[in-house]
């Protein structure tokens, strides 16, 4: 089992940065792929990123490179979402998910743990 918690999500004007928190507890696999995805109204829900925390290895959709940055802190057992320069496109409810494995993909049939979610809120 593995217990997902995202934190951080807020409302920004377009332009600016923030940064989404995804503690996971309650596992000891040496490689979890953790990935962050998001769903905005009306939409299906998408990957942005992902890595596994065995190597590093990171995944980024096309939408995001260049703005997000997806990194983890070993010790605490936290992956973070820093998202750079928002558009009020990435508007959405955005979860973090995980699965034990060493190739991570963005594709939620991938996953089989989830957290409850954090909204970002992108103003023009």
């Known amino acids: 089992q593995v217990q997902l918690a995202e934190s951080g999500g807020d409302s920004v004007q377009a332009g600016r940065s923030l940064r989404l928190s995804c503690a996971a507890s309650?596992?000891?696999?040496?490689?979890?792929?953790v990935g962050w995805f998001r769903q905005a109204p009306g939409k299906e829900r998408e990957g942005v990123a992902s890595?596994?925390?065995?190597?590093?290895?990171?995944k980024y959709a096309d939408s995001v490179k260049g703005r997000f940055t997806i990194s983890q802190d070993n010790a605490n057992k936290t992956v973070y979402l820093q998202m750079n320069s928002l558009k009020p496109e990435d508007t959405a409810m955005y979860y973090c998910?995980?699965?034990?494995?060493?190739?991570?993909?963005?594709?939620?049939?991938?996953?089989?743990?989830w957290g409850q979610g954090t909204q970002v809120t992108v103003s023009s």
């Open positions: 998910a995980a699965i034990p494995s060493l190739i991570c993909g963005l594709r939620m049939v991938d996953y089989n743990y």
């Open positions: 890595m596994t925390t065995g190597d590093g290895s990171k």
């Open positions: 309650g596992y000891t696999y040496t490689n979890l792929c």
